[in-house]
């Protein structure tokens, strides 16, 4: 069960704007694999993974959070979530009216050591310190940073197109699913040109390198949640398990076994 920090609401009728806490959340710590269905909150959250393996979908893009990685949600945003296997690390809440100083789309960032120290010191005062300035002045330097971070775009958007969808819908479901081209054009009811085209144009990639990287995120919530390489490879689709070790360590700069072992909640 996650173990949670929480600052409390004050009275906020005699207190000035600057009194008002703009941040809490809860500490992760989970030791099997959990599922979040379709949910919205009102403000902004923030998800920083210390080991282990978080998805997060949205109505628009699939984005897999790794180890030492962060992730925005705008408030208002539509998500859903499950992580794979054990993970630790924590999800954070950021109030409607600070939010509006961030992007209103995701984005993925790589933590530093400042940003992860700040939000230990955070989550391990928070309970037993009130909001006071020093607390407050340790939230700010937590933002500071935050908006600091170089951001990636690293994600797996996903089609618009209604005929589109369906293709993108049977793929997540079955990402090892060999039919060719030509085969999914037909699903779209769109001549294969027009098929490839319009998936271009409709995601930003090819739909071959899209296909091959969702078998890749596919695979890396597969060896998070510690299934044997081997297996991994046959459920996405690689018939070699060196083609399969070649293209995961190209996407993520890990060998299969290291990246299983990167994730594993020490």
């Not at 400042?114 to 407050?136: C, D, F, G, Y």
Request: glycine share 6%; aromatic share 10%.
């Amino acid at each position: 069960m996650d173990a949670k920090f929480t600052i409390p609401a004050p009275d906020t009728s005699s207190s000035p704007p600057c009194d008002i806490p703009w941040l809490w959340g809860h500490i992760i710590r989970q030791i099997k694999r959990r599922v979040t269905e379709r949910h919205v909150h009102e403000n902004g959250q923030i998800f920083i993974v210390e080991s282990g393996v978080m998805a997060v979908m949205t109505q628009s893009a699939y984005w897999l959070v790794a180890p030492g990685q962060v992730l925005w949600l705008p408030c208002g945003l539509v998500h859903e979530a499950r992580s794979h296997g054990a993970i630790t690390g924590w999800s954070l809440y950021i109030a409607k009216d600070k939010s509006a100083g961030l992007d209103q789309t995701p984005f993925l960032a790589d933590s530093t050591r400042l940003l992860t120290a700040q939000v230990e010191r955070l989550s391990h005062h928070i309970e037993k310190t009130p909001w006071n300035a020093a607390m407050r002045r340790l939230a700010d330097c937590f933002w500071d940073e935050l908006l600091s971070i170089p951001r990636q775009s690293v994600s797996l958007p996903f089609p618009k197109d209604e005929r589109l969808k369906r293709v993108a819908k049977a793929l997540n479901s079955t990402p090892a699913d060999p039919r060719t081209q030509q085969a999914w054009a037909d699903m779209a009811g769109m001549s294969l040109r027009s098929f490839i085209r319009h998936f271009t144009a409709d995601t930003g990639l090819q739909f071959s390198v899209w296909r091959q990287r969702l078998r890749l995120l596919n695979a890396q919530e597969r060896l998070a949640r510690g299934e044997r390489v081997t297996d991994v490879a046959a459920s996405v689709g690689y018939n070699s398990l060196g083609a399969f070790a070649t293209a995961f360590q190209k996407s993520t700069g890990y060998t299969p076994s290291a990246y299983a072992h990167h994730c594993r909640v020490r």
